[in-house]
Antibody
Framework: QVQLQESGPGLVEPSETLSLICTVS????????WNWIRQPPGKGLEWIGY???????NYNPSLKSRVTISVDTSKNQFSLKMTSVTAADTAVYFC???????WGRGTLVAVSS | QAVVTQEPSLTVSPGGTVTLTCGSS?????????PYWFQQKPGQAPRTLIF???NKHSWTPARFSGSLLGGKAALTLSGAQPEDEAEYYC??????????FGGGTKLTVL
């Protein structure tokens, strides 16, 4: 069956760029929208943005200036880049297929020096 | 940015019925907000229970149902089970393509 797996560094220094990849296995990335969501420790969910397999994107206005989501259909992957991170960006980052019927297990990214 | 509001916490007795609600700071919630409901247990990813107001996935227990109630989206649990104790989040989509999660409701079955 289709599975999602987030990958990337678990520790990022303040002011640096957070980079994560979501790999889609067992199925094609085509013809779906793909989301990034995050959850700070002990807090609620925050939608970061989504990308369509064709490359169309939509971002949370509060994060838009720092976030880029891209897709690589040849690798069946989509990625998240967030610039100028601070401790407030420490969270578990999830990828999910729209309509949120399929989620990755999440990966914890800590922002610390 | 729109704020989506949920009850911070609710308690239900085993076998009882409880309704969780999801409101929007911009006005009444309608089917055009395509309300979603998610269940999240500690250490796990969320899973969708309800999408587009009242639609269930194949894995959604029959005791959960979605609706619109008094200008809010609602999730009703009828016949609560101990395994239903979890955090529940709603999500609304807005006409300008914003997607906003509610703050979550911690449901205790006691």
């Amino acid at each position: 069956q289709v599975q999602l797996q987030e990958s990337g560094p678990g520790l990022v220094e303040p002011s640096e760029t957070l980079s994560l990849i979501c790999t889609v296995s067992g199925g094609s990335i085509s013809r779906y929208y793909w989301n990034w969501i995050r959850q700070p420790p002990g807090k609620g969910l925050e939608w970061i943005g989504y990308i369509y397999y064709s490359g169309i994107t939509n971002y949370n206005p509060s994060l838009k200036s720092r976030v880029t989501i891209s897709v690589d259909t040849s690798k069946n992957q989509f990625s998240l880049k967030m610039t100028s991170v601070t401790a407030a960006d420490t969270a578990v980052y999830f990828c999910a297929r729209h309509p949120f019927d399929l989620w990755g297990r999440g990966t914890l990214v800590a922002v610390s020096s | 940015q729109a704020v989506v509001t949920q009850e911070p916490s609710l308690t239900v007795s085993p076998g009882g019925t409880v309704t969780l609600t999801c409101g929007s700071s911009t006005g009444p919630v309608t089917s055009s907000h395509y309300p979603y409901w998610f269940q999240q247990k500690p250490g796990q990813a969320p899973r969708t229970l309800i999408f587009d107001t009242d639609n269930k996935h194949s894995w959604t227990p029959a005791r959960f149902s979605g609706s619109l109630l008094g200008g809010k989206a609602a999730l009703t649990l009828s016949g609560a089970q101990p395994e239903d104790e979890a955090e529940y989040y709603c999500l609304l989509s807005y006409s300008d393509a914003r997607v906003v999660f509610g703050g979550g409701t911690k449901l205790t079955v006691l």
